[in-house]
């Protein structure tokens, strides 16, 4: 009885050592304290600099009020940059520079536009302008690159027409026939590319030059070597056609305007 009754008393004295589970949690609880408290005042600091920060920025202060053009501008109007750049949207924080060169770039004779934020308030700019070289087709302009775009123009340039695709093949063309013609003090006026890649010359003179397809070289220097004596002893009247696709010779008509087909 005397072992039962110690048995008995050890075994509730072993009952109360051992902490239940809340036990645990209060124990532990106590133990880290601290740390859920250092948590708990990191998370209120974050909220409240996330807080003062989305006041801060949205402040008039920041707001695009000014816009600082830059370019060597001739044929786009600056009046209407700074138009297009008082449209947009947001403030020196949040707008959206891709969005904004977007619609800038729509405005005639933009070619490139760069945009960069200028502190706290303003908007630079930079605006790159089309730079045209040549007229192509019957209503668009091709520029130094061989880039279409349309625009109104009433310059003197050379007129092209091809495939939609051939602008810089062309345009590599139009430069090499007029350093080719430069010595005869002739340029090109007038530069046809078929759908069958034949290549039609008009020079400034009014006078046709039917090349074919892939001209031979040999035979064009040889050509641009006997024109001075022909020209001059009129065998080539000016706004006739000259046809110089034949192996061994060529061809002249009198004026008469030439087919694009040719």
Avoid at 65 to 94: C, E, M, S
Avoid at 130 to 154: K, R, S, T
Avoid at 220 to 243: C, M, S, Y
Wanted: include cysteine; charge should be neutral.
């Amino acid at each position: 009885m005397r072992n039962s009754g110690r048995q008995g008393s050890s075994q509730r004295h072993s009952a109360l050592e051992t902490p239940g589970f809340l036990g645990r949690v209060r124990s532990w609880v106590g133990a880290h304290w601290r740390g859920w408290v250092a948590v708990c005042l990191l998370l209120f600091f974050i909220a409240g600099v996330k807080v003062g920060l989305h006041w801060v920025i949205h402040r008039p202060f920041f707001q695009i009020q000014h816009t600082v053009i830059r370019g060597n501008l001739h044929q786009v109007d600056p009046a209407l940059v700074t138009k297009a750049a008082q449209r947009v949207q947001g403030d020196f924080f949040t707008v959206d520079l891709g969005a904004a060169a977007a619609e800038l770039k729509t405005i005639p004779w933009v070619r490139v536009v760069h945009l960069h934020r200028i502190w706290p308030n303003a908007l630079e700019v930079q605006v790159e302008e089309q730079i045209p070289a040549a007229y192509w087709g019957d209503e668009g302009l091709l520029n130094i690159f061989g880039e279409p775009f349309v625009a109104d123009y009433l310059g003197e340039l050379p007129h092209l027409s091809g495939p939609r695709e051939a602008g810089p093949e062309m345009l590599q063309a139009l430069n090499r026939f007029n350093r080719d013609l430069e010595p005869l003090g002739r340029s090109v006026a007038g530069l046809v590319l078929s759908e069958r890649g034949a290549w039609t010359l008009t020079l400034d003179d009014g006078s046709h030059w039917l090349l074919g397809r892939e001209p031979d070289a040999a035979r064009w220097q040889r050509f641009l070597k006997a024109w001075p004596e022909l020209h001059q002893n009129g065998v080539i009247p000016a706004g006739g056609t000259v046809d110089l696709r034949y192996a061994n010779g060529f061809t002249v008509r009198g004026p008469r305007p030439v087919s694009k087909e040719d």
